[in-house]
């Protein structure tokens, strides 16, 4: 069974501020929520990034690394 974690605002304003990227992905591969340190990471707003996959936003030569990666710690419950 797959735990699924709240997030607090507090919690997430701080990570903003510490300058901590945060992301959240649904079982599809799809980003459900990326705080601003995340966003500016990866040098998108987070409207460009949310509902979208590593596949709609990186090259395909590094996607499947990525997936690999989100499909071994979605399944395991491992922390990334």
């Known amino acids: 069974v ?4 709240m997030i607090s605002a507090h ?12 992301f959240v992905k ?7 929520f990326i705080n601003q340190a995340g966003a ?6 987070a409207s460009e990034i949310l509902n979208r996959s590593d ?6 030569s590094n996607v ?5 990666m ?5 399944w395991t419950n491992d922390e990334m």
Do not use: N, V
């Open 26 to 32: 649904r079982a599809d591969g799809r980003y459900s």
């Open 2 to 5: 797959k735990t699924t974690y």
């Open 70 to 74: 989100d499909h071994e710690g979605f």
């Open 55 to 60: 596949l709609d936003l990186f090259k395909r």
């Open 40 to 45: 500016e990471m990866l040098g998108l707003k």
């Open 64 to 68: 499947a690394e990525m997936m690999r």
């Open 11 to 22: 919690i997430l304003e701080r990570l903003d501020q510490a300058g901590i990227a945060c």
